[in-house]
C-alpha cells in the first residue's frame, strides 16, 4: 500500500500542468510580436510629433490606417499597393539572386587566388563605400532603365558585403583540417569541396539572410531612380 500510494505521489508531481508547450511558445510569440509592432507604432507615432515633419512627407498610422480600411477609395488603395508590393518584390528577387550569384563566383576566385583577392577586394570594398545614390544614375545610363538596370542596381548592393561574409567563413575554416585532407592526397578542389565549403555554409547562409534586406532596399532604389514603378516608384 505504502508503495502505491508512493507511486501516485510520483506519478501526479511529473505530470505537467498549464498548457502544453506548444500553446506557450505560440502565446509567447504572438506576446512578442504584438508588443514589437506597438513598440514600431508609438515610436513612429513620436517621431513625427518630435520632429514636427511635414503631413506631405510622411504619414502617422492613422493617415494609414484610414488610407488602407476607411472611405470609398480604400479598396482600390489596397489594390493599388499590392500591385506594386508584388512589382517591388520581383524586382528584389532579381536583384538578389544576381548579387548572390556573382558574390559566390567572386568569392570561389578569392579562395583559390589570393592574388586576385589581394588585386581586387580592396577596390571592391572602396567601391561600396560610395553612396549608391549617386552611382545608380550612372547604372542607369549604362544599362538603361528596364529590367536590366534594376537588376543591376539591386545586385550592386547586394554583392559586396554578401561577398566579403561568403569569403570570411571560406577563409575561417582551421587549418589543421586542411592539413589533414592535403597529407592524405587531397587536391586543392577536393580540399575545398569535402572541407571547406561544409565549413562555410552556415555563413553562406548568414549572408543570403542579410541579403534580402539589401536586395530590398537596391529595388526601392531601383525603382525611385530608374523604372518610376513599384513601391519605390
Keep these: ?72 477609395a480604400a479598396g482600390s488603395n489596397r489594390a493599388d499597393i499590392v500591385a506594386n508590393l508584388v512589382l517591388t518584390l520581383g524586382d528584389a528577387s532579381l536583384g538578389y ?63 559586396v558585403p554578401a561577398m566579403l561574409t561568403m569569403l570570411q567563413g571560406l577563409r575561417a575554416v582551421p587549418r589543421t583540417d586542411l592539413d589533414m585532407c592535403q597529407a592524405f592526397g587531397g587536391s586543392a578542389w577536393s580540399c575545398f569541396a569535402k572541407v571547406a565549403l561544409p565549413h562555410a555554409v552556415p555563413t553562406w547562409f548568414s549572408a543570403a539572410r542579410v541579403a534580402v534586406t539589401t536586395a530590398t532596399v537596391g529595388a526601392l532604389l531601383a525603382e525611385w531612380l530608374a523604372t518610376g514603378a513599384g513601391l519605390g516608384g
Design 1 to 72: 500500500m505504502g508503495n502505491q500510494h508512493l507511486g501516485a505521489g510520483v506519478t501526479s508531481v511529473g505530470t505537467p500542468s498549464g498548457p502544453p508547450a506548444i500553446v506557450r511558445a505560440a502565446l509567447r510569440t504572438t506576446g512578442t510580436l504584438a508588443g514589437a509592432v506597438a513598440a514600431i507604432l508609438i515610436v513612429w507615432s513620436l517621431a513625427l510629433r518630435v520632429v514636427n515633419v511635414s503631413p506631405y512627407v510622411a504619414k502617422t498610422p492613422l493617415d494609414v490606417g484610414r488610407y488602407l480600411f476607411v472611405g470609398q
Design 97 to 159: 539572386a544576381v548579387g548572390l550569384l556573382m558574390a559566390a563566383f567572386i568569392s570561389l576566385l578569392f579562395y583559390f587566388s589570393r592574388t586576385t583577392e589581394r588585386m581586387f577586394a580592396p577596390t571592391f570594398t572602396a567601391l561600396h563605400a560610395i553612396p549608391m545614390v549617386t552611382v545608380a544614375p550612372i547604372l542607369c545610363l549604362i544599362f538603361g532603365r528596364g529590367t536590366v538596370g534594376t537588376a543591376v542596381i539591386g545586385a550592386a548592393i547586394v554583392f
